[in-house]
C-alpha cells in the first residue's frame, strides 16, 4: 500500500514543478498577475498535498504497511 502513496507522492511533486514552471513562464512574459496568483495558489495547495502523501508512505513503510 506504501507503494501507491509513493506513486501518488512522486505524480505530486511533479506536478508541483509543472505549475512552478508555467508561473515563472508567465511571469517572464509580462502575464497577467492574477494568473500568477492563481499559480502560486495551486503550486502551494501541490506541495501539501505532496506532502501529505510523503508523509503517509513513509507511515506505512515504518508501520510495515
Do not use: C, D, P, W
Not at 16 to 43: C, D, E, P, Y
Request: charged share 5%; proline share 0%; hydrophobic share 60%.
Amino acid at each position: 500500500m506504501s507503494t501507491a502513496f509513493y506513486f501518488l507522492a512522486i505524480l505530486f511533486m511533479f506536478a508541483v514543478v509543472v505549475v512552478l514552471i508555467r508561473g515563472l513562464v508567465n511571469m517572464m512574459k509580462g502575464g497577467s498577475g492574477n494568473t500568477s496568483n492563481k499559480l502560486m495558489q495551486a503550486r502551494v495547495v501541490l506541495q501539501f498535498v505532496a506532502l501529505v502523501f510523503i508523509m503517509i508512505a513513509l507511515y506505512l513503510s515504518q508501520t510495515g504497511g
